[in-house]
Antibody, heavy 122, light 109 residues
Framework: QVQLVQSGAEVKRPQSSLKVSCKSSGGSFSSYAVSWVRQAPGQGLEWMGGIIPISGTSNIARQFQGRVTISADEHTSIVYMEMGRLISEDTAVYYC???????????????WGQGTMVTVSA | QSALTQPRSVSGSPGQSVTISCTGT?????????VSWYQHHPGKAPKLLIY???KRPSGVPDRFSGSKSGITASLTISGLQTDDEADYYC?????????FGGGTKLTVL
């Protein structure tokens, strides 16, 4: 069965950059959209963006455009989320999640990674 | 790209039913049937309960059901159990982006 395994917790300085990985194992990778969703302390879930690896088609939420890049490596079955110019408000748990349907960025999120805690602090 | 609107909290007793509403706009819930619901226990990854407004993934009990009317989607949980106490989020596709609701805390009294 498909599993998503994310990279480990990170502590970052303000204005630095972050790169979180999400490795898929146990099933098809390239045709299913993978999105990134974050949850700041005491806040709700926030969709950041997603990508379909086989086509490279991606969407990024407006509030993250210009600061977040989502990419995929089909050879290693890894999706990456890079975020620049970090601020304290970016402190959150970051999840990757795979879509239920193939080739559809609007699909519900069926499979989730375990989450990566990112702390931004001086 | 505003968040969908959910009540902050709902509550019910074991065995009862509760319904959580999720109001969007014509650009998201009103225009797409890609509405989903998630159960989130603190410290764990969210779990998909409902997709495509009314469908349940394999393994999700039929106590959980979804519906939609216009720009409002709803999640109904019947036969409440203590383990249902969690945060619940609705989510909708909107063409070029996806948006979550603010979340509803369900307390099972």
């Amino acid at each position: 069965q498909v599993q998503l395994v994310q990279s480990g917790a990170e502590v970052k300085r303000p204005q630095s950059s972050l790169k979180v990985s999400c490795k898929s194992s146990g099933g098809s990778f390239s045709s299913y959209a993978v999105s990134w969703v974050r949850q700041a302390p005491g806040q709700g879930l926030e969709w950041m963006g997603g990508i379909i690896p086989i086509s490279g088609t991606s969407n990024i939420a407006r509030q993250f455009q210009g600061r977040v890049t989502i990419s995929a490596d089909e050879h290693t079955s890894i999706v990456y989320m890079e975020m620049g110019r970090l601020i304290s408000e970016d402190t959150a748990v970051y999840y990757c999640a795979r879509g239920y349907y193939s080739n559809y960025l609007g699909s519900a999120f069926e499979i989730w990674g375990q989450g990566t805690m990112v702390t931004v602090s001086a | 790209q505003s968040a969908l609107t959910q009540p902050r909290s709902v509550s019910g007793s074991p065995g009862q039913s509760v319904t959580i509403s999720c109001t969007g706009t014509r650009s998201d819930i009103g225009d797409y049937n890609s509405v989903s619901w998630y159960q989130h226990h603190p410290g764990k990854a969210p779990k998909l309960l409902i997709y495509d407004v009314t469908k349940r993934p394999s393994g999700v009990p039929d106590r959980f059901s979804g519906s939609k009317s216009g720009i409002t989607a709803s999640l109904t949980i019947s036969g409440l159990q203590t383990d249902d106490e969690a945060d619940y989020y609705c989510c909708s596709f909107a063409g070029s982006y996806t948006v979550f609701g603010g979340g509803t805390k369900l307390t099972v009294l």
